[in-house]
């Protein structure tokens, strides 16, 4: 179900707040780890405390109200958000009214809480990833009250539309446009913390689509935990073709796709409409064993995924490709990782990410037999990167002395010279140099050198 901020309560819990707040100059400062969907509710977060009358902090040594929107997916990234919660003790000694939040998907695991209460008095409140409209009500309570919340296990599947989102970006967009995962990886905490797929309605998505482009946003990133199993009135290709038709000058990328639901149905949009959607696509293979594929319940095997690859290709020719790779995955045998590393080299990936596999309780793999040590993962780690690391230079070659077309991100100071930063549409990251540069336009850049992974050159007018 589709509910608004009015019917939840948000709006009279931000009004609340704001009678309280405003006029005090009180700051906030918000901590985003993990993905781009947390960037994307970082966001929401930010524009929730502006509504609230919160103004913007430049660092949380000088905020009085700390969120820390966090990441549960591998071990380093909790243990991260965990020793940086400790440093606001003696922020709040110093400053008793500061009010600190520890909200996403963290937050949605009960051991974790458990801490909080009983270690973390200093903390307010927690907020599990989809019940992040109830962070004004949290904050109220706990700057009127002293008051502390915990909104643990209450997601009951809705989506709140109506939160807008306080962009960090006038030229780049996130959006949304469904929650959780049902696919349960046997490795992955995701279904766990975002609960079941749901999906926003296409009109309210399009609607937004066609004013961020109105407004001048030249790319869209559409967003989900398993984005191309977006499923409302209308599937993903459909949704995908009718945002390409919205007229402008953009690009639209999409993020994190499933191979199983990467349908020839899809890679034709994509084709039909080249000049819109991004010629990239991220589909994470996680392993080249069919063995470690099926204890992964990932539901496809190497030699399907080889085929996708081989669609993407024939279909979008100069499309570039990254995936998602872990290594020491429970039984993980050397035999098994060599299939990995014979599928990048089969695949030959733009960019890998690849990660150590990090046990998460409460998923399936955590109770399966044959934990590798860290040693191992970390040496199969290693040599992974031996094997992709000059292929991806390689993918790079093709690129020099050509022309591409690179929307401009940023700029800087370097040795006396502006060095300008952006993305291909392959999503390549370009460095380069030129006259009358514009950030957040599009710009056609003579690639002159390649340097590791990224691209050098000059603007042309
Ligand atoms: N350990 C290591 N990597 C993981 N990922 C997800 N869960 C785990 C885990 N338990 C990786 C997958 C996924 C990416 C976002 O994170 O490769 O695609
Ligand atoms: Fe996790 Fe698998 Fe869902 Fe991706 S598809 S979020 S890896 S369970």
């Not at 929401?44 to 820390?68: F, H, P, T, W």
């Not at 639209?252 to 899809?266: E, G």
């Amino acid at each position: 179900m589709i509910l608004d901020t009015k019917s939840v309560g948000v709006c009279d819990a931000i009004e609340n707040a704001r009678a309280h707040i405003t006029g005090r100059n009180l700051r906030y400062y918000v901590y985003t780890f993990g993905c781009q969907q947390n960037e994307a509710d970082s966001e929401k977060i930010r524009q929730m405390a502006e509504n609230m009358g919160y103004l913007s902090a430049d660092c949380s040594e000088s905020a009085d109200l700390v969120i820390l929107n966090t990441c549960a997916i591998r071990e380093h990234a909790q243990m991260k958000a965990m020793s940086l919660l400790g440093t606001f003790k003696s922020q709040k000694k110093k400053n008793p009214n500061l009010v600190v939040g520890l909200v996403g998907c963290m937050a949605a695991k009960d051991e974790i809480v458990k801490n909080i209460k009983a270690k973390f008095p200093f903390v307010s409140f927690t907020a599990e990833p989809n019940m992040l409209h109830r962070i004004p009500e949290a904050v109220l309570s706990a700057v009127t009250e002293a008051e502390r919340t915990f909104i643990i296990g209450e997601d009951s599947g809705n989506i709140v539309e109506g939160i807008t989102q306080k962009r960090t970006s006038a030229h780049k967009a996130m959006v949304s446009i469904m929650y959780g995962c049902n696919n349960f990886c046997t490795y992955c905490v995701v279904p766990y913390v975002r609960g079941r797929e749901r999906s926003r309605d296409s009109s309210a998505i399009i609607s937004e689509c066609k004013e961020l482009v109105r407004g001048g946003v030249k790319e869209i990133m559409l967003l989900g935990q398993n984005v191309n199993s977006y499923s409302s009135d209308i599937k993903f290709p459909e949704l995908l073709s009718r945002i390409a038709e919205l007229e402008g000058d953009f690009i639209i990328r999409f993020m994190t796709s499933h191979p199983k639901d990467t349908t020839s149905a899809l890679i034709d949009v994509m084709k039909k409409y080249s000049g819109k959607v991004a010629p990239y696509f991220h589909l994470p293979l996680q392993a080249g064993s069919n063995r470690i594929l099926s204890r992964m319940n990932r539901t496809y095997t190497r030699e399907r995924f080889w085929e996708i690859v081989q669609e993407l290709r024939e279909k979008i020719p100069g499309i570039s490709l990254s995936t998602d790779i872990i290594v020491g995955f429970p039984g993980e045998s050397e035999e098994d990782f060599l299939e990995t590393l014979d599928m990048l080299k089969i695949c030959r990936f733009d960019l890998v990410y690849a990660f150590m596999y990090s046990s998460r309780v409460g998923t399936a793999a955590a109770k399966m037999d044959g934990h590798i040590a860290d040693t191992v993962k970390s040496d199969r780690l290693s040599r992974l990167f031996e094997i992709q690391d000059p292929i991806s230079y390689e993918k790079n070659l093709p690129y020099l002395d050509s022309y591409v077309r690179v929307l401009v991100d940023s700029a800087e100071e370097r040795d006396g010279e502006r060095i300008y930063t952006g993305r291909t549409d392959t999503n390549k990251l370009v460095h380069f140099t030129g006259d009358a540069v514009s950030i957040g336009e599009f710009i056609s850049v003579k690639i002159k050198k390649i340097c590791g992974f990224d691209l050098i050159g000059d603007a042309v007018k």
